[in-house]
């Protein structure tokens, strides 16, 4: 059986205090603290002390329940204080808890933000390389422009080479004895001021 004196273990509480929900009591304290500072209390305070005052000053003696220096008012007024002031902290430390909760979940969405941020950064600094790696509609109407020159100029040399063919045959057709074979293509590489072999004379019969 465990010893009930032992002093590493802390004693019962024997008065049992009354429970309450605290989210109920702290909602309470906001609404009462919230009503405390509005115009509205302000006025219907000042409007009971008033006649509390006029009414223990100016009414018979008998009627009077708060004769000159206000006792009982001054109780009342001293026990609203002490309990508005617990009552506007405790408000103040649940709007301070909301606030760091809400500015917990700021900075969050701030990070998360700032993430999406910078990758969206990078994801369209990958798209200008990419789009400068590929080819744009002048440098694709550049390229064109320069392909058609060249086949130009190829059509060109071709067309002076066809000319130059022509004149060859003309000249060859000119000679006297004419041609007995046509020109082959491979006639173009030999040049025509270059040495030929003489015409082979026929030989007379006796």
Do not use: C
């Not at 694709?140 to 067309?159: F, Q, T, V």
């Amino acid at each position: 059986m465990a010893d009930r004196r032992r002093l590493d273990q802390p004693r019962a509480a024997r008065i049992k205090l009354p429970r309450f929900d605290p989210e109920s009591f702290g909602r309470w304290s906001e609404g009462f603290a919230r009503s405390m500072g509005t115009a509205k209390f302000i006025v219907y305070m000042t409007i009971v002390i008033v006649a509390w005052l006029a009414w223990n000053t100016l009414a018979p003696p008998s009627w009077r329940f708060d004769p000159y220096t206000f006792t009982f008012l001054t109780l009342i007024l001293s026990l609203q204080a002490s309990y508005a002031a617990p009552l506007i902290l405790l408000a103040q430390n649940r709007q301070t808890d909301r606030d760091r909760l809400a500015s917990d979940e700021d900075r969050r969405r701030a990070a998360a933000q700032k993430a999406d941020t910078e990758y969206l950064a990078r994801e369209i600094a990958a798209l200008r390389i990419a789009v400068g790696e590929t080819a744009t509609r002048d440098f694709l109407r550049s390229e064109l422009a320069r392909m058609g020159e060249e086949l130009d100029e190829a059509a060109e040399r071709r067309a002076k080479l066809e000319r130059k063919k022509s004149k060859k045959t003309a000249t060859a057709l000119a000679a006297p004895g004419g041609l007995e074979e046509p020109l082959d293509e491979g006639d173009d590489a030999v040049d025509s001021d270059g040495p030929q072999e003489p015409p082979r004379r026929r030989s007379r019969s006796h």
